[in-house]
């Protein structure tokens, strides 16, 4: 038997629309699209009505417009690859003066945006001077500016509350030139759902809720973000175990009473994140103890209602990746591009 995992493009497209219906969205599709697929994420989202997509890949970016010739397209980290990006009507970011003075006259004739640093302290300009210089080129083609919040994510700190206010004033310096840009955008999921549309903004750029996963827990329900991924495995063997025995390698977790362990062919092979382990799992609506995870198995212990090819459920409506990222085990970007696809028999619905 293989593992499974079960792709809702339905609820791609509901999530893309009901975003893009509120407000301008760039769609964020980098790292195969958050290892949905490029593709299959790029149709969803595009049946949903958005028509801008951002990743940090140059492969990517050509691949979105070989399916598309009118589509926004941004790249969000600087490239020299000026040919390519030349050829297929890409936009490119620009991020430092380094990088524009070295690059000037390869710019000429490329769509161009700039990016402001911001606490992040990753990418970017670090004053409205340095990108009034750029803005004020008169060979510069310049379609937005945009930066990045480095807490957008966080509560009861104020450095997001700082970044954002540090961003406005920038914005406010640059006033004059914003009616001519076409993009300005710096919220993710999470800023716009705390603060509406920041002032001077045109875009939103949605990562993990137009892929169904919550940006934070508390005060959100679940009807804003419909998972679209399930994952399931089967039962492959049930192995009585007495009391005082262990299981696993090296003696990994100990028995003080007789069980039953069902083995299920999935493991942190198939790019389950090793902390997994801590939280239930589902076999006919109810919930059993992971006890050990091996690279191709994990073990649990289960009861007489168990047997050999019932499905075992990783990961659904119940089982969130927004309840386990609050849980520890990692954001939802760790625990979805940590997924092996290749060990998995792959559907879509």
């Known amino acids: 038997m293989t593992a499974r995992l079960i792709l809702n493009t339905e609820r791609l497209t509901r999530q893309a629309h009901r975003f893009q219906s509120q407000v301008d969205t760039i769609a964020i599709v980098k790292n195969d699209g958050y290892n949905h697929g490029l593709e299959t994420v790029y149709q969803a989202f595009y049946k949903g009505g958005i028509r801008a997509f951002a990743t940090t890949s140059l492969a990517e970016a050509i691949q979105l417009r070989k399916w598309d010739n009118d589509i926004f397209i941004l790249l969000l980290d600087p490239g020299a690859d000026f040919d390519q990006i030349r050829k297929y009507h890409l936009t490119l970011t620009v991020s430092s003066m380094a990088f524009y003075d070295k690059y000037r006259e390869e710019l000429k004739d490329i769509d161009i945006q700039l990016v402001y640093r911001n606490d992040l302290n990753r990418l970017g300009f670090t004053s409205s001077d340095q990108m009034k210089q750029i803005l004020d080129d008169p060979d510069m083609n ?8 480095a807490s957008a994510d966080d509560f009861g700190v104020e450095r997001y509350e700082e970044e954002v206010q540090n961003w406005l004033i920038i914005l406010d310096q640059l006033k004059a030139y914003l009616p001519d840009l ?14 509406d549309l920041l002032p001077y903004h ?12 919550r940006p934070y827990y508390d005060g959100l329900d679940t009807t804003i973000a419909e998972q679209a991924v399930s994952i399931e495995a089967s039962v ?10 262990s299981i696993g390698y090296s003696a990994e977790y ?7 362990i069902a083995v299920c062919d999935i493991g942190y092979g198939n790019g389950l994140l090793k902390g997994r382990k801590d939280f239930p799992v589902k076999i006919n609506d109810k919930e059993y103890p992971i006890r050990v995870m091996m690279m191709s ?15 075992v459920t990783l990961y659904d409506d119940d089982l969130r990746f927004d309840w386990l990222t609050k849980n ?13 696809k290749q060990t998995f028999d792959v559907s879509c619905i």
């Open 254 to 260: 100990q028995t003080d009473k007789d069980i039953t």
């Open 236 to 245: 492959i063997e049930l192995t009585p175990v007495k009391a005082g025995r």
């Open 328 to 340: 520890g085990i990692g954001s939802f970007s760790q625990q979805m591009s940590s997924l092996n």
């Open 297 to 311: 198995h994990i073990l649990i212990e289960v009861d007489e209602d168990v047997e050999i090819g019932d499905t």
């Open 182 to 195: 076409t993009y300005i955008h710096a919220q993710n999921s999470s800023s716009y759902l705390r603060d």
């Open 142 to 149: 310049i379609s937005g500016i945009w930066t990045h919040f």
């Open 202 to 213: 045109t875009h939103i750029r949605g990562g993990v809720i137009l892929y169904g996963t």
